[in-house]
């Protein structure tokens, strides 16, 4: 890393390492026990397969091990004892010892591995028992994609979960969607738990440390949680060390990274004919010399054929890497677990970087039968580098600035505007003459204490800081475009950022039976979380030199501060009941109160119920008798509510503005009213969902499923108003209206062939959700209609996010009538708008507009798996479809799409005299063509090839005399092809964002 004094920290902070390791080796030491006889065995699935990391255990006692890569175990045991052997997604199985010596072990596939543990508010419980909508995530196939973005991980993994790349830049993240949108105006990201406590990003846990994760989707499951729950949850349980042989294990990948365009760009030669037509046009459809059409620089281009080609210079081919080495051991009483993970990406635009380390230790202790404590710590630090460009900048550039002119100056300088012309600056020099570093650092101390209070009765006291630090230099040299044009002076900005968050919770959990077949459970917490915010902000303009760079701020003609503070506290409640009979009939109860300091002094509390219930159908006797086919059905039903608060603090209170006065001739500072009215009696946003759910299996669990639909109200949305400005303000924060959401989740997974040597396994899911706006402000205007919100593009009826804008139906021709009223000054040529009542003149007209919405109709996922002897094989195809999208690269000036013969653009086929067939307005010189915009909306469907993934490991004789614990090689590609009608670099980003990347890496996974 670049002078990154965090990241030096991190390696002088040795000593936090190597104190782990002496614990460790502390803990190994007491790995010793009285040795009776040495039993061997081996453990392996009804296809013969070892199973490696089986679980033999004691049965009384908690002395065990683990079997190695080959499904083998070595234990003392006397002939007296039994032994209990488990594995995840396998029956369990008992084995008395008696006199045998080696043991050969089969164990048999469960129902849709419904013995698996998963994490469901402030528990676990199995698979089987989860009656609430919860997903789960094996961390083996997130780790099939070739990412550092987790979330990017997610992608296609669970139906009703929706994730979309933010930036595809080195570092970056992206956003997670569950169950749509919900609110107009609030937050719509899920909360991120990990080890029972809130975190920042999904990205603050290394994937590679990921034991678990589930999702919950629907409000039963998600009320528990009550604030920041109500667009969804994702817990997250890192790994502990397991009982057995101490175990070190290195995973990794490197490779390149490329990007895809679904579009052509005009060559040398068409963009000067393009600008010939453009300036012919301005020129009562006469064609002017070239001479005059092109600048001096322009023309030996023009006359030579050779052109520019900007791509070349500003679009490379990136590099990835991503390594992590763990070291992990448990005794009966001991566990330890601990990580270092490195990412390193060079982007494919030059100068763009990004580092990142991250350290993780876990470490558990059982004190006595009854007493347990634990620690799980992390830390990270990373550092990324840009250009200093905002999102019209250094990608977009490379594609529109004009391939006709000269890149140097004579001396070998950067040629300011290679074209002669002001609107096309050369995208070289700001590529090298300006610069963004970010610093971010993350750390994570989570303290917890286990006590058994009496049989199936716990506590749990969980405690945990979190911090986040973040720090961004940017500057703009003399020499950039902006420095040039403010006389040769620099320009950057400086900013530093944290936010400090403590969280208790008391939680208790009571478990027990009545006449064996009555379950009940019980849950209890009390949670306090507290958290302050900073950050300082200043920007500097006609900084005289660059010699400090950055840190000659102080030396600006102007810097201009920004302070901003917070803090905030949440308290809560929380209790649930539920109740099994003979695991066949299940019922929950649950119920949250959250305390926030967000809201107006009237309404600082929510109450958020809950309650589901399941049939497990497959355990009737009637089932097994008459369907034997099925061996898994249940039926699911809950409805519950979940609360979100104000995005931002202090929301409710009323604002003021800082002023400066001139009083005796001296300038002084003061406050007047802001334009913000406080609001007392702001409340929680709250979403109510029924979600009704059916589980299958059938044939063995070789086909089965999971089908759901649900309803989501959400009502009282915190939305700024306008009000009369005779108060004197003009917005205040109100709770308004209601957003409708409904939706249906489908998951099938299929074993088409499993046996010894070959496995063959196909999956889908498919997620349809709508959403729409209810009602707003009312009937204000008394007309019996309630109103919409035309100025935030919300309309009662619609999505939430739409657009609404007139369209573009053709081009008109030459000796076609053009209506006067239809626009200023159309000539052939021109774009024809649609229009509902022609009888008006063709005058546009708001009932032209059409609303659109810019939510997918559908999306889903096909993935397939194959093993065949040491060979594994997977692929994830993605689609989104029935969704739209306004592409700029159509019709905006600084995308490229106004033909004016200035910036290069898509290649479109327009209209001329001589093409009356074409389907893109005649370019014109000076100004875009009339209602340009409303030829900017495409279909944005697309069909993706994610992920496909081809992996070799070691056959078990040659692990063993390589003295390995496994040995596992990979090639895999991402994002690898893209069929879709939308032109642009990626049909989920806007024309000049950075396109997520295609990726080819070969990575390995070794166990010592």
Same mark, same amino acid.
């Given at each position: 890393m670049k002078n990154n004094k965090d990241v030096?920290?991190?390696?002088?902070?040795?000593?936090?390492?190597?104190?782990?390791?002496?614990?460790?080796?502390?803990?190994?030491?007491?790995?010793?026990?009285?040795q009776q006889n040495l039993i061997s065995g081996k453990v392996v699935d009804d296809?013969?397969?070892?199973?490696?990391?089986?679980?033999?255990?004691?049965?009384?006692?908690?002395? #065990?091990?683990?079997?190695?890569?080959?499904?083998?175990?070595? @234990?003392?045991?006397?002939?007296?004892?039994?032994?209990?052997?488990?594995?995840?997604?396998?029956?369990?199985?008992?084995? =008395?010892?008696?006199?045998?010596?080696?043991?050969?072990?089969?164990?048999?596939?469960? *129902?849709?591995?419904?013995?698996?543990?998963?994490?469901?508010?402030?528990?676990?419980?199995?698979?089987?028992?989860?009656?609430?909508?919860?997903?789960?995530?094996?961390?083996?196939?997130?780790?099939?994609? /070739?990412?550092?973005?987790?979330?990017?991980? %997610?992608?296609?993994?669970?139906?009703?979960?929706?994730?979309?790349?933010?930036?595809?830049?080195?570092?970056?993240?992206?956003?997670?969607?569950?169950?749509?949108?919900?609110?107009?105006?609030?937050?719509?990201?899920?909360?991120?738990?990990?080890?029972?406590?809130?975190? #920042?990003?999904?990205?603050?846990? &290394?994937?590679n440390d990921i034991a678990s994760l589930e999702i919950l989707k629907d409000a039963a499951a998600q009320s528990i949680y009550g604030a920041r729950a109500s667009?969804?949850?994702?817990?997250?349980?890192?790994?502990?060390?397991? @009982?057995?042989? /101490?175990?070190? *294990?290195?995973? #990794?990948?490197?490779?390149? =990274?490329?990007?895809?365009r679904n579009f052509d760009t005009y060559s040398g030669d068409e963009f000067a004919q393009l600008k010939r037509e453009a300036a012919r046009t301005s020129n009562n459809g006469v064609y002017q010399p070239d001479n005059v059409v092109f600048s001096s620089l322009e023309l030996p281009s023009v006359q030579t054929g050779e052109y520019i080609d900007w791509e070349k210079y500003m679009i490379k081919t990136g590099l990835t890497n991503n390594h992590s080495v763990t070291v992990s051991s448990a005794t009966e009483n001991s566990s330890i677990y601990t990580?270092?993970?490195?990412?390193?990406?060079?982007?494919?635009?030059?100068?763009?970087?990004?580092?990142?380390?991250?350290?993780?230790?876990?470490?558990? =202790?059982?004190?006595?039968?009854?007493?347990? @404590?634990?620690?799980?710590?992390?830390?990270?630090?990373?550092? *990324?580098?840009? +250009?200093?460009?905002?999102?019209?900048?250094?990608?977009?550039?490379?594609?529109?600035?004009?391939?006709?002119?000269?890149?140097?100056?004579?001396?070998?300088?950067?040629?300011?505007?290679?074209?002669?012309?002001?609107?096309?600056?050369?995208?070289? @020099?700001?590529?090298? $003459?300006?610069?963004?570093?970010?610093?971010?650092?993350?750390?994570?101390?989570?303290?917890?204490?286990?006590?058994? %209070?009496?049989k199936g009765f716990t506590y749990k006291l969980n405690t945990n800081r979190r911090s986040w630090n973040y720090k961004r230099l940017s500057f703009n040299s003399s020499k950039s475009v902006s420095g040039v044009a403010n006389a040769g002076q620099g320009s950057g900005e400086?900013?530093?950022?944290?936010?400090? $968050?403590?969280?208790?919770?008391?939680?208790?959990?009571?478990?027990? /039976?009545?006449?064996?077949?009555?379950?009940?459970?019980?849950?209890?917490?009390?949670?306090?979380?507290?958290?302050?915010?900073?950050?300082?902000q200043n920007n500097a303009s006609r900084i005289p030199n660059d010699i400090l760079g950055i840190y000659g701020l102080e030396a600006a003609f102007l810097n201009t501060p920004i302070i901003d503070a917070t803090e905030e506290t949440l308290m809560s409640g929380v209790a649930k009941l539920e109740y099994d009979y003979d695991n066949k009939y299940y019922f929950t109860l649950s119920g949250r109160a959250d305390g926030c300091s967000r809201f107006g002094i009237e309404n600082k509390w929510g109450f958020f119920p809950a309650a589901n219930a399941a049939w497990n159908v497959h355990k009737e006797g009637?089932?097994?008798?008459?369907?034997?086919?099925? &061996?898994?059905?249940?039926?699911?039903?809950?409805?519950?509510?979940?609360?979100?608060? +104000?995005?931002?603090?202090?929301?409710?209170?009323?604002?003021?503005?800082?002023?400066?006065?001139?009083? &005796?001739?001296?300038?002084?500072?003061?406050?007047?009213?802001?334009?913000?009215?406080?609001?007392?009696?702001?409340?929680? $946003?709250? *979403?109510?969902?029924?979600?009704? /759910?059916?589980?299958?299996?059938?044939?063995?669990?070789?086909?089965?499923?999971?089908?759901?639909?649900?309803?989501?109200?959400?009502?009282?949305?915190?939305?700024?108003?306008?009000? &009369?400005?005779?108060?004197?303000f003009s917005e205040q924060y109100q709770n308004i209206g209601e957003v409708n959401n409904q939706g249906i989740e489908v998951t099938l997974n299929s074993e088409i062939i499993r046996n010894k040597d070959f496995k063959l396994n196909l999956g889908a899911s498919f997620t349809k959700n709508k959403n729409k706006i209810v009602s707003l402000y009312g009937d204000k205007n008394g007309d019996g209609i309630q109103d919409d919100e035309v100025a935030n593009r919300w309309f009662i009826g619609q999505p939430i996010d739409v657009y609404w804008q007139w369209k573009g139906i053709g081009i008109y021709q030459i000796g076609e009538t053009i209506p006067a009223d239809a626009g200023t000054g159309l000539l052939p040529g021109d774009i024809k708008l649609y229009d509902a009542n022609p009888a008006n003149g063709a005058k546009p007209e708001d009932a032209d507009r059409i609303i659109s919405s810019k939510y997918p109709e559908w999306y889903g996922t096909v993935s397939l798996s194959m093993e065949y002897k040491n060979f594994d094989f997977s692929a994830d195809v993605y689609t989104v479809q029935g969704i739209t999208k306004d592409n700029p690269y159509l019709y905006g000036f600084n995308e490229g799409g106004s033909l004016r013969g200035i910036k290069n653009g898509l290649k479109q086929d327009y209209w001329t005299p001589e093409n009356p067939t074409g389907n893109w307005p005649r370019p014109r010189v000076g100004n875009d063509p009339p209602n340009f915009n409303t030829i900017g909306l495409q279909d944005a469907s697309y069909i993706r090839l994610q992920n496909i993934s081809l992996g070799y490991t070691l056959p078990a004789d040659l692990i063993k005399k390589l003295g390995l614990g496994n040995f596992r090689m990979y090639v895999t590609g991402s994002n690898l092809i893209t069929i879709t009608d939308f032109q642009s670099y990626s049909p989920e980003k806007n024309a000049s964002d950075y396109p997520e990347p295609v990726s080819y890496v070969f990575g390995l996974q070794v166990g010592f």
């Amino acid at each position: 890393m670049k002078n990154n004094k965090d990241v030096n920290m991190l390696f002088l902070g040795g000593n936090y390492l190597r104190l782990s390791l002496i614990l460790l080796m502390c803990i190994l030491s007491f790995n010793a026990s009285a040795q009776q006889n040495l039993i061997s065995g081996k453990v392996v699935d009804d296809a013969g397969l070892p199973l490696p990391g089986a679980n033999v255990i004691i049965k009384g006692s908690t002395k #065990g091990v683990q079997t190695d890569f080959d499904g083998k175990f070595s @234990i003392q045991a006397t002939p007296n004892n039994t032994l209990i052997v488990s594995f995840i997604g396998m029956d369990d199985a008992t084995v =008395q010892v008696g006199s045998k010596k080696n043991l050969n072990i089969v164990l048999q596939a469960t *129902s849709q591995s419904l013995e698996e543990v998963v994490v469901v508010g402030y528990t676990s419980k199995k698979k089987s028992d989860v009656i609430s909508s919860v997903a789960s995530v094996k961390p083996k196939d997130m780790l099939k994609v /070739a990412t550092s973005d987790v979330g990017e991980m %997610l992608r296609g993994k669970a139906a009703g979960v929706q994730v979309t790349t933010n930036s595809g830049g080195p570092g970056t993240s992206s956003t997670i969607r569950i169950r749509g949108d919900r609110t107009l105006s609030g937050n719509d990201d899920p909360i991120i738990i990990a080890d029972g406590v809130v975190i #920042g990003s999904i990205n603050d846990v &290394n994937a590679n440390d990921i034991a678990s994760l589930e999702i919950l989707k629907d409000a039963a499951a998600q009320s528990i949680y009550g604030a920041r729950a109500s667009n969804g949850v994702i817990l997250i349980t890192t790994k502990k060390g397991k @009982i057995g042989k /101490a175990k070190v *294990s290195y995973s #990794g990948f490197s490779g390149i =990274q490329t990007m895809n365009r679904n579009f052509d760009t005009y060559s040398g030669d068409e963009f000067a004919q393009l600008k010939r037509e453009a300036a012919r046009t301005s020129n009562n459809g006469v064609y002017q010399p070239d001479n005059v059409v092109f600048s001096s620089l322009e023309l030996p281009s023009v006359q030579t054929g050779e052109y520019i080609d900007w791509e070349k210079y500003m679009i490379k081919t990136g590099l990835t890497n991503n390594h992590s080495v763990t070291v992990s051991s448990a005794t009966e009483n001991s566990s330890i677990y601990t990580s270092l993970n490195y990412i390193d990406v060079k982007g494919m635009i030059p100068n763009s970087d990004f580092e990142k380390v991250s350290l993780r230790v876990n470490v558990d =202790q059982k004190i006595n039968n009854w007493l347990k @404590i634990g620690l799980n710590t992390s830390i990270q630090f990373d550092e *990324s580098h840009d +250009p200093n460009k905002d999102d019209n900048g250094i990608l977009i550039n490379s594609i529109t600035t004009s391939p006709l002119g000269q890149i140097y100056n004579e001396d070998g300088s950067f040629r300011l505007n290679p074209g002669g012309i002001q609107e096309t600056p050369n995208p070289l @020099i700001d590529l090298y $003459e300006t610069n963004k570093v970010s610093l971010n650092r993350n750390d994570n101390i989570n303290l917890y204490i286990d006590v058994n %209070l009496a049989k199936g009765f716990t506590y749990k006291l969980n405690t945990n800081r979190r911090s986040w630090n973040y720090k961004r230099l940017s500057f703009n040299s003399s020499k950039s475009v902006s420095g040039v044009a403010n006389a040769g002076q620099g320009s950057g900005e400086i900013e530093f950022k944290d936010n400090v $968050e403590y969280t208790l919770s008391n939680i208790f959990n009571y478990n027990f /039976a009545v006449a064996k077949k009555n379950h009940f459970g019980i849950v209890a917490v009390q949670e306090m979380v507290s958290s302050s915010y900073t950050r300082f902000q200043n920007n500097a303009s006609r900084i005289p030199n660059d010699i400090l760079g950055i840190y000659g701020l102080e030396a600006a003609f102007l810097n201009t501060p920004i302070i901003d503070a917070t803090e905030e506290t949440l308290m809560s409640g929380v209790a649930k009941l539920e109740y099994d009979y003979d695991n066949k009939y299940y019922f929950t109860l649950s119920g949250r109160a959250d305390g926030c300091s967000r809201f107006g002094i009237e309404n600082k509390w929510g109450f958020f119920p809950a309650a589901n219930a399941a049939w497990n159908v497959h355990k009737e006797g009637f089932m097994k008798e008459y369907v034997p086919v099925v &061996n898994n059905l249940k039926l699911r039903a809950s409805y519950g509510q979940v609360g979100n608060r +104000p995005q931002d603090p202090y929301l409710s209170q009323a604002t003021a503005d800082q002023r400066d006065y001139i009083i &005796n001739g001296v300038k002084v500072s003061g406050y007047i009213p802001g334009g913000v009215l406080s609001t007392p009696d702001l409340r929680w $946003e709250t *979403s109510t969902q029924l979600n009704l /759910a059916v589980d299958f299996g059938l044939f063995k669990n070789r086909l089965s499923g999971t089908v759901e639909v649900y309803d989501t109200k959400t009502t009282d949305m915190i939305v700024k108003a306008k009000i &009369n400005e005779t108060t004197g303000f003009s917005e205040q924060y109100q709770n308004i209206g209601e957003v409708n959401n409904q939706g249906i989740e489908v998951t099938l997974n299929s074993e088409i062939i499993r046996n010894k040597d070959f496995k063959l396994n196909l999956g889908a899911s498919f997620t349809k959700n709508k959403n729409k706006i209810v009602s707003l402000y009312g009937d204000k205007n008394g007309d019996g209609i309630q109103d919409d919100e035309v100025a935030n593009r919300w309309f009662i009826g619609q999505p939430i996010d739409v657009y609404w804008q007139w369209k573009g139906i053709g081009i008109y021709q030459i000796g076609e009538t053009i209506p006067a009223d239809a626009g200023t000054g159309l000539l052939p040529g021109d774009i024809k708008l649609y229009d509902a009542n022609p009888a008006n003149g063709a005058k546009p007209e708001d009932a032209d507009r059409i609303i659109s919405s810019k939510y997918p109709e559908w999306y889903g996922t096909v993935s397939l798996s194959m093993e065949y002897k040491n060979f594994d094989f997977s692929a994830d195809v993605y689609t989104v479809q029935g969704i739209t999208k306004d592409n700029p690269y159509l019709y905006g000036f600084n995308e490229g799409g106004s033909l004016r013969g200035i910036k290069n653009g898509l290649k479109q086929d327009y209209w001329t005299p001589e093409n009356p067939t074409g389907n893109w307005p005649r370019p014109r010189v000076g100004n875009d063509p009339p209602n340009f915009n409303t030829i900017g909306l495409q279909d944005a469907s697309y069909i993706r090839l994610q992920n496909i993934s081809l992996g070799y490991t070691l056959p078990a004789d040659l692990i063993k005399k390589l003295g390995l614990g496994n040995f596992r090689m990979y090639v895999t590609g991402s994002n690898l092809i893209t069929i879709t009608d939308f032109q642009s670099y990626s049909p989920e980003k806007n024309a000049s964002d950075y396109p997520e990347p295609v990726s080819y890496v070969f990575g390995l996974q070794v166990g010592f």
